[in-house]
């Protein structure tokens, strides 16, 4: 059974095997920093080492979690907020797995929404999600300057338009 083994912040795929009465580990591929392993991966293990079982779930579940020094220093003071999304994030992927015999495109949206959410969580965003866009007002999150919104602007202190 293949196996998640971290070095840094690095993920690799690895599994044992026996050999005369010895073990060692066979490398299966390299997952890097990622979150997800992508289809290529999949089917390139797959390919190369048909006789080797994978869980692919708990593969996908090490990633989601993290590095153990990561995870350690952050499970125990997580906020409740990124272990709601944690299991939004397992739902998404799992309704993606549904979705892929009949609705690829959709299974590929969600697989993309579980790994903003793993980005986030983790504080790893592909953006700095703490600067607005130019143009926008950063207090409201409103629409750009001088465009329109069919939702009105809430009021509150210190507003009155």
Known sequence: M????WRGNSAELLTTVYDQGR???LHLATLGGAYTVAPEIRDGVTTRFPEIRVNWDAVEQALIEGPPHE?????AGMPNERLE????????RYWAAMAE????????????AAAVL??????????????????WD???????????????RPLGPGRDT
């Open 118 to 135: 793993a980005e986030w969580r983790w504080g790893k965003p592909a953006f700095p999600i703490a600067q607005p866009l130019p143009g």
């Open 71 to 75: 995870r350690a220093q952050t499970t």
């Open 101 to 112: 015999p009949l609705r690829p495109d959709q299974a590929r949206s969600l697989r993309s």
């Open 85 to 92: 999304w944690l299991e939004l994030e397992r739902r998404l």
């Open 23 to 25: 073990s060692r580990q």
């Open 138 to 152: 950063a207090e409201l999150a409103g629409p750009p300057a001088g465009g329109t919104s069919a939702a009105p």
């Open 2 to 5: 293949a196996f998640v083994r």
